[in-house]
């Protein structure tokens, strides 16, 4: 399967997958709209996804892929059966640990995640979150091993299933939100339960191919080997940098939500249904390319093809450019549209339409960055360096929170959203550059061309944007809810036509981006 064949499925798939998050944050918008209970509901909801992302999605599977990579190039199927179970069993045990941890200290835990719902008017929202942050807090056991599974997978080149698993999630939150409300004193806490269910469903669906593979691993054993491994006392090594390197992001989004606990209440529910849009160009473009790109610059890394792995950097990132572009050019000039099409419905208002509108463009502002880490990261971790990312995450971090005190009293909840934003254009940047400085990434001929054709096609895709955020009233249309999405669809595609045609006239073609790099096309040469 080439990489672009490969991208492909895992973008569709995660289409799929973000579609279902879109109907289930539509349905609770309806439901519950922008209030102090949601903000409760979705401050605990981040802290568990949070440890997910860093135990799984971004520290392990960082570290992991790329040693799995290398040993299954240079042992055998036995020896790699055996690093598989005991990588796997002393994740859980790590995670056990933890988990009880956090339902033991879960109000300490919200305390520190959320302190501004820690004031006496706020009692109850702090209890709510505090309840459903103890139910939750399994889901990262279910999550991180499905991680697991993901990268075990994608490293076998089997990239549909880690993709499609996550609509389980959704699936399962908007099923118990219409079947398990009346079973809580608060419908909201069907939500917490609905995570749970899902987490279960997802890991359950993955361990099964894995067992179809004969690659399932042994949870239970004896811990001494696994702690002792080489290899396994490698990866978590290189776990604990990558932690704070590759979940920068997420990171200042969880500071981010404490402070918007102190800001007007619904904030945090403002700030998570536009990260909600900011998900689908960053699943469809930048997660597909970068789960894809991985394993392909681990097995050039081992095989000392230099010249491959540059020309893969610099394909994903073209290939990044083409889509994340007019990506970022629709989130800022159809916010609007966007917001009150999807969300103006019932319990959720005009002003919170204009609220979610807000934070949703200063997001797209760093859309590029965000994209582009997920191209850049991978060309560091795939050579197993871990500390160039984890020394740019550390100043990023850092001048993130230096732009929230500029920020945050002028804009309110949309600075914090702009601070992420150019955090993370910086943190791309300084990732560039340092691969341009250690001659691991050269970028080829023709970017100037590139550059130009692309500013000409969006540029004509501006123009039917340009009229329809400022030609129709969308929140004048809630009445009307298949027109207005009808319109919006239409408008998009017409966009997105233009767009394509400009780039066919100035002779960019899809076929210039078909084929990734590959063993037959690029020479290896020793470095």
Request: hydrophobic share 55%; with cysteine.
């Amino acid at each position: 399967m080439s990489l672009l064949k490969a991208a492909a499925t895992v973008s569709s798939l995660t289409l799929l997958s973000r579609i279902t998050g879109l109907v289930r944050d539509v349905m609770i918008a309806r439901a519950f709209g922008a209030s102090a209970l949601t903000d409760a509901f979705w401050v605990a909801f981040r802290i568990p996804n949070l440890l997910r992302r860093l135990f799984a999605e971004g520290a392990f599977a960082q570290a992991f892929v790329p040693i799995l990579g290398e040993a299954r190039n240079q042992h055998e199927p036995e020896i790699i059966k055996q690093l598989l179970d005991r990588v796997a069993r002393s994740l859980f045990i790590v995670l056990c640990i933890v988990t009880l941890l956090g339902i033991l200290g879960a109000p300490l835990v919200v305390m520190a995640m959320a302190s501004g719902l820690t004031e006496a008017s706020r009692a109850a929202d702090f209890e709510a979150a505090v309840w459903m942050t103890r139910l939750m807090f399994p889901y990262i056991i279910c999550m991180s091993l499905v991680a697991f599974a993901s990268g075990v997978l994608n490293t076998w080149r089997h990239f549909a299933v880690p993709a499609i698993t996550p609509a389980l999630l959704n699936l399962s939150m908007v099923g118990a939100s219409l079947f398990l409300s009346d079973f809580f004193s608060r419908p909201i806490y069907a939500l917490a339960a609905g995570v749970m269910l899902g987490g279960l469903a997802q890991f359950g669906v993955q361990w099964w191919v894995l067992a179809r593979l004969s690659l399932r691993p042994r949870l239970i054993g004896p811990i001494g080997p696994a702690v002792t491994d080489p290899m396994v006392r490698r990866i978590m090594r290189q776990m604990l940098p990558a932690t704070l390197g590759v979940s920068v992001a997420q990171i200042s989004l969880l500071i981010n939500t404490n402070i918007a606990t102190w800001l007007a209440a619904g904030s945090v529910t403002w700030l998570s249904f536009a990260d909600r849009l900011m998900e689908f160009p960053t699943a469809l473009v930048g997660v597909a390319l970068g789960t894809v790109l991985l394993p392909s610059l681990s097995r050039a890394h081992a095989q000392q093809a230099t010249e491959r792995y540059s020309a893969l950097l610099d394909w994903g990132l073209r290939l990044m450019l083409l889509l994340g572009l007019p990506a970022a050019l629709c989130m800022v000039m159809m916010a609007d549209a966007l917001v009150a099409t999807l969300f103006h419905y019932g319990a959720f208002t005009a002003t919170d339409v204009r609220h979610t509108q807000l934070a949703v463009m200063a997001y797209s502002v760093g859309l590029v960055g965000l994209l582009s880490i997920k191209i850049l990261a991978p060309g560091f971790y795939a050579k197993q360096d871990i500390r160039t990312p984890v020394k740019i995450a550390i100043a990023v971090l850092v001048g993130t929170q230096l732009l929230n005190v500029i920020l945050v009293p002028w804009l309110a909840h949309a600075g914090l959203a702009l601070a992420i934003s150019l955090g993370a254009c910086l943190n791309a940047l300084a990732l560039l550059i340092g691969l341009r400085r250690k001659r691991i990434y050269q970028p080829a001929a023709g970017w100037g061309r590139f550059a130009l054709q692309q500013a000409a096609a969006l540029a004509v895709m501006a123009i039917p944007l340009w009229w329809a955020g400022h030609g129709i009233d969308w929140l004048g249309l809630q009445g009307s809810p298949f027109w207005r999405i009808g319109t919006l669809s239409l408008v998009l595609m017409v966009a997105g036509t233009l767009y394509l045609a400009a780039l066919a006239a100035t002779g960019l073609r899809p076929s210039h981006f078909r084929r990734a790099p590959s063993e037959n096309t690029v020479g290896k040469t020793g470095g």
